[in-house]
């Protein structure tokens, strides 16, 4: 069975970083695209950032673009997502899943993704 463990998230000012891990066990890591989503208060998901599992391609939300960055460790079973100059609209619970499918570019949509983690909570606030 597909597990995911995120951690990294917290409370941190505006123009920021955090970096945020997403440990996976029960499954060979590159396998699978991985992708990073998140959820505001009352907001639906969002994705993030994904990277896929074929050539390591990697595709960004407009609004991360520049800002974040995800890359896989497969001798850890981690990715991660590095997160620069965050601003208060950044602000969430940031999860991390594995795509449905094996050895397929990734994509952004959360309705091609299961195996979600608990999610890590990102604060960005002075």
């Known amino acids: 069975q597909l597990q995911f463990v995120e951690s990294g998230g917290g409370l941190v000012q505006p123009g920021g970083s955090l970096r945020l891990s997403c440990a996976a066990s029960?499954?060979?890591?590159?396998?699978?695209?991985i992708g990073w989503f998140r959820q505001a208060p009352g907001k639906e998901h969002e994705g993030v950032s994904c990277?896929?599992?074929?050539?390591?391609?990697?595709y960004y939300a407009d609004s991360v673009k520049g800002r974040f960055t995800i890359s896989r460790d497969n001798a850890k079973n981690t990715v991660y997502l590095q997160m620069n100059s965050l601003k208060p609209e950044d602000t969430a619970v940031y999860y991390c899943?594995?795509?449905?499918?094996?050895?397929?570019?990734?994509?952004?949509?959360?309705?091609?993704?299961?195996?979600w983690g608990q999610g890590t909570q990102v604060t960005v606030s002075s």
């Open positions: 990277i896929s599992s074929l050539d390591d391609s990697t």
């Open positions: 029960g499954f060979t890591l590159d396998y699978y695209a």
């Open positions: 899943a594995a795509d449905r499918v094996q050895f397929r570019l990734c994509v952004l949509s959360p309705y091609e993704y299961d195996s």
